[in-house]
């Protein structure tokens, strides 16, 4: 960060190289950071032209400097830039001074909206710039108040802080006092640039490991469930045997019983056999039966699924140890970050920033869906034909899916007598979308409902104009009429298929 001899020389420099020029850019493209494009009239050799300030308030690498070209703007404007556009764009740089006895630069333009000041405020983990109007009234800033100065308030006067101590107010020389005018905002960022992308790249690998210990624990949780459902599948042996004893000697057991001892004739003991009173014993025999044929299919189901996540498990903690060991910044960290395996996982559970730090762009969302509440958007699959399946993922989620984003000839897929989350197939207008994509759409809908361990279900396929929200409903409940059912025999290699076919963002 920028001390007071060093602001105070760069308040000079611009008032003199920059007085009178005009704004013809402003850019914000990374935190802390704006940058202001500058046009100053004049010769070449006198430092006419374009020049790109940079007015960082980070709070390790707070200055202002001038950048060797424009950096790039985003597609979106951030918060801070679009309230600079208007008041800005197109004013001309009338003066450049130190505020008060701390290190505050003050910016003053003026333009056709009038006078504002940008105050580059640079106090360590309060750094701050903040944009006054020609009252002295703060209208923004780039960083919260909540993180920098709390005493401030959008609306009110903009007012210093507190003077210094005695003790701090000794500040260290110039450090780069030996550089000439003319070059010396373009040393400042030559001094900094790299620090900053060193920290940078320490952040980007924090971040990193956050998104591996996150999916580490999603693995192990699953591989946990798996693992949980197979000892639980171990009584099937238990009720197959408890099955067999009582088919054996059903005149034997009294209506009403709520356990019998019967002797298995196969290995001579007695076992004894817990019963529902409410129920005959033919029923109780049909319960038991019953019970052993889910725990062999969770059985089928766990034993193929464990393998696969405990490799899942041992991968992400492979990738961990990597890593951990790699320097971030490092060609060996960088090809990470590259692989296909870094990206699905920072699509997944990065935010958009660190996804963009690292060069994945941001998806494109369908029309529709832009400007939709990040809470409100469905999760998106691709069935094997193309097609996108949308699954609302709460019930305030599945209410404006239905009756907001779903249109046209799109489906509505829900389960007879099991809730769940609403499922919807776009099907481009078709209105004989193919086969494939009704299984998929109705595998997510079994999936996503409470019956998703079930080996088969009935999923009623609705067009989307025959689903209505009644007056008053609660969330998440519709009507339907018409529409047919379709007798689904899951598959799951299917539905790992289509989950893994997911489109992230």
Known sequence: ???????????????????????????????FRIQLSLYVSGPGDAGGGKHHLLLCCAPQTGRVSELPRSARAPEAPPRFAQVLKPRLDGARLRAAVVRGDLRQLVLRFEGKDGIFELVLSLMGNRSNLYLLDAEG???????????TRRSLSIGLPFADPPPRASADTEEPADRFAECEDDAYLAALEAHYAPLEAESDAESRKRRVLQVLRKEAKLA???????????????????????????????????????????????????????????????QNLA??????????????????????????????????????????????????????????????????KIREAVGIEAPKLPGVLRGVERRLLPRRYASRDGLEIWVGRSDEGNDHLTTRLARGKDLFFHLDGAPGSHVILRTGGRSDPPPDSLLDAAELAVHFSKAKNASSADVHIVPIKQV?????????????????SLHLRREPSRLKRVLDARIEG
């Not at 105070?8 to 402003?26: C, M, N, T, Y």
């Not at 798996?226 to 005149?251: H, M, N, P, Q, T």
């Open 220 to 282: 192990k949780r699953r591989l946990d469930r798996i693992e949980s459902e197979l000892a639980e599948a171990d009584d099937a042996g238990r009720f197959r045997r408890e099955g067999e004893v009582l088919k054996g000697s059903l005149s034997k057991v009294p209506a009403g019983a709520s356990e019998v001892t019967l002797q298995d004739y196969e290995s001579g003991e007695a076992i004894r056999i817990a019963l529902d009173a409410t129920l005959s014993p033919q």
């Open 1 to 31: 960060m920028l001390n007071a001899a060093e602001v105070a020389r760069a308040a000079s420099i611009l008032e003199e190289r920059f007085q009178g020029a005009r704004v013809e850019k402003i850019v914000e493209a990374q935190p």
């Open 137 to 147: 009234v703060l209208r923004a800033a780039l960083r919260p108040l909540e993180q």
């Open 468 to 484: 209505k929200k009644p007056k008053g409903a609660k969330k998440g409940l519709v009507m339907v009429t018409g529409g047919r």
């Open 287 to 352: 319960r038991i039966f019953k019970r052993y044929q889910k725990l062999v299919r969770r059985l089928t189901k766990a034993g193929g699924q464990v393998d696969e996540a405990r490799a899942r498990v041992a991968s992400v903690e492979a990738m961990q140890v990597e890593v951990a060991e790699q320097p971030a910044g490092s060609a060996a960290f960088d090809a990470f970050l590259a692989s296909e395996a870094a990206k699905r996982l920072l699509r997944r559970h990065a935010p958009p």
